[in-house]
């Protein structure tokens, strides 16, 4: 560990707790990593993991798939950037609506952008001030993420909360994660989500299905396709850019058509639809459009039967899930932060010393990628079931 150590502090030094994004800092100081490659990730010290965390999201493939690295690097050298459109983007935009089956995108660089700008397109059109979001939900660090006299948000999974607040029509959208993944997995109830597309319907409310982490992850589609729900305006990012910044927002054709220079919502960016990220995505697509998703639905189910030999609560969804300190149901945010989070983190650093990369803290997502086996899978989650049960027991109180 002496090497994190050591650049902790060099860290500390130029970055707020030495990290670019908050989520990376745990105390006494986090892991720095060296390199990567399929499951495993290496810190300085040369120590190995296999990862679970991959990155929050995005490497579904795993790290460094051979044929996105190689592509990756002849783009490097065709040219970085250009400022104007190419073959590429229009190639990725094809097989992205393939999927998405959305009648028309714009490419960004994150899911922060692209969250914001859907936000902001449906406020634009629909002429209304107000945006309702879910409890524990996150679309990045704008302010229309955070509750304010503008913002307002619901407990997930309750369709009455969402009724008595849209019957007043002031609400320009609904912005939410179909399978929440930012206070750990929460699954939909049956019916939730095909009852908010008939409310926000009849109600002149835009639902913005934030799809950054349920994008591609459970199929070659997002997840409101698996309930046949078509949202008015969506947004993905993590997975389609294969490692690389990418973010995508669109929707139905009336809406999309607003955005400049077609229509008169102003939204730009100097490197959107940047060609090495974007051949990152199209050869990340194009390997997920032939892939056979049923052994990451069966790695996911293993991961799951094998945690939940601890007594505790884990919920999942195919290629993500989440154990919570707790051996109630949860099915909202105040269900997840009842749960033991402390207890969470004292079971990622007993995973950190057994070599087992994990989200640090309770509310974000364990991810499993394609490139995970079944027996390591099996394994380390045997494992992390053993340590989970062991302190969950000596717990006090
Ligand atoms: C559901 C969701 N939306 C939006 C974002 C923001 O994406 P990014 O970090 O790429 O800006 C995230 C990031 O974790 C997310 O999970």
Same mark, same amino acid.
């Given at each position: 560990?002496?090497?994190?150590?050591?650049?902790?502090? @060099?860290?500390?030094?130029?970055?707020?707790?030495?990290?670019?994004?908050?989520?990376?800092?745990?105390?006494?100081?986090?892991?720095?990593?060296?390199?990567?490659?399929?499951?495993?990730?290496?810190?300085?010290?040369?120590?190995?993991?296999?990862?679970?965390?991959?990155? *929050?999201?995005?490497?579904?493939?795993?790290?460094? +798939?051979?044929?996105?690295?190689?592509?990756?690097?002849?783009?490097?050298?065709?040219?970085?950037?250009?400022?104007?459109?190419?073959?590429?983007?229009?190639?990725?935009?094809?097989?992205?609506?393939?999927?998405?089956? #959305?009648?028309?995108?714009?490419?960004?660089?994150?899911?922060?952008?692209?969250?914001?700008?859907?936000?902001? #397109?449906? &406020?634009?059109?629909?002429?209304?001030?107000?945006?309702?979001?879910?409890?524990?939900? *996150?679309?990045?660090?704008?302010?229309?993420?955070?509750?304010?006299?503008?913002?307002?948000?619901?407990?997930?999974?309750?369709?009455?909360?969402?009724?008595?607040?849209?019957?007043?029509?002031?609400?320009?959208?609904?912005?939410?994660?179909?399978?929440?993944?930012?206070?750990?997995?929460?699954?939909?109830?049956?019916?939730?989500?095909?009852?908010?597309?008939?409310?926000?319907?009849?109600?002149?409310?835009?639902?913005?299905?934030?799809?950054?982490?349920?994008?591609?992850?459970?199929?070659?589609?997002?997840?409101?396709?698996?309930?046949?729900?078509?949202?008015?305006?969506?947004?993905? =990012?993590?997975?389609?850019?294969?490692?690389? +910044?990418?973010?995508?927002?669109?929707?139905?054709?009336?809406?999309? @058509?607003?955005?400049?220079?077609?229509?008169?919502?102003?939204?730009?960016?100097?490197?959107?639809?940047?060609?090495?990220?974007?051949?990152?995505?199209?050869?990340?697509?194009?390997?997920?459009?032939?892939?056979?998703?049923?052994? #990451?639905?069966?790695?996911?189910?293993?991961?799951?039967?094998? &945690?939940?030999?601890?007594?505790?609560?884990?919920?999942?969804?195919?290629?993500?899930?989440?154990?919570?300190?707790?051996? @109630?149901?949860?099915?909202?945010?105040?269900?997840?932060?009842?749960?033991?989070?402390?207890?969470?983190?004292?079971?990622?650093? =007993?995973?950190?010393?057994?070599?087992?990369?994990?989200?640090?803290?309770?509310?974000?997502?364990?991810?499993?990628?394609?490139?995970?086996?079944?027996?390591?899978?099996?394994?380390?989650?045997?494992?992390? =079931?053993?340590?989970? @049960?062991?302190?969950?027991?000596?717990?006090?109180?």
């Amino acid at each position: 560990m002496r090497g994190s150590e050591v650049l902790f502090s @060099r860290a500390s030094k130029l970055f707020p707790k030495g990290v670019n994004s908050p989520v990376r800092y745990y105390p006494p100081y986090p892991v720095f990593i060296k390199k990567a490659k399929g499951s495993k990730i290496w810190d300085v010290d040369g120590k190995s993991y296999t990862d679970f965390l991959l990155a *929050y999201g995005p490497l579904i493939l795993g790290h460094s +798939p051979e044929r996105v690295v190689k592509k990756v690097k002849e783009a490097l050298e065709d040219g970085t950037l250009f400022g104007a459109p190419t073959e590429k983007e229009v190639k990725f935009g094809e097989l992205f609506l393939k999927g998405s089956r #959305l009648d028309r995108i714009r490419i960004v660089n994150t899911g922060t952008e692209a969250t914001m700008h859907a936000i902001r #397109l449906a &406020l634009h059109f629909t002429k209304r001030k107000r945006i309702l979001k879910i409890r524990g939900g *996150y679309h990045g660090t704008h302010p229309y993420n955070f509750e304010s006299e503008r913002v307002e948000s619901v407990e997930f999974n309750s369709i009455e909360a969402i009724k008595d607040k849209l019957s007043g029509r002031e609400f320009a959208c609904l912005i939410m994660e179909p399978v929440m993944g930012n206070i750990g997995v929460i699954n939909p109830k049956e019916g939730y989500l095909e009852e908010i597309r008939e409310v926000t319907e009849k109600t002149g409310t835009l639902l913005i299905a934030d799809e950054v982490i349920t994008g591609f992850r459970t199929g070659f589609h997002p997840y409101y396709a698996t309930k046949r729900i078509e949202p008015d305006i969506a947004t993905f =990012a993590k997975i389609i850019g294969g490692g690389l +910044p990418l973010g995508v927002y669109g929707g139905k054709e009336e809406i999309m @058509r607003e955005v400049r220079p077609s229509g008169n919502f102003p939204q730009a960016g100097t490197y959107s639809g940047n060609p090495v990220s974007v051949t990152a995505g199209l050869e990340t697509m194009k390997i997920l459009y032939s892939r056979d998703y049923s052994k #990451l639905k069966r790695m996911t189910e293993d991961a799951v039967k094998c &945690l939940s030999e601890s007594g505790l609560t884990v919920n999942s969804e195919t290629g993500m899930l989440s154990l919570f300190f707790s051996e @109630r149901e949860v099915t909202n945010a105040s269900e997840a932060i009842k749960s033991r989070s402390d207890l969470y983190t004292e079971f990622f650093r =007993a995973a950190l010393g057994e070599g087992i990369y994990l989200a640090p803290s309770f509310d974000e997502t364990i991810f499993i990628s394609f490139v995970h086996g079944d027996k390591e899978v099996r394994e380390k989650f045997h494992v992390l =079931a053993e340590e989970a @049960r062991r302190i969950w027991k000596k717990r006090s109180r």
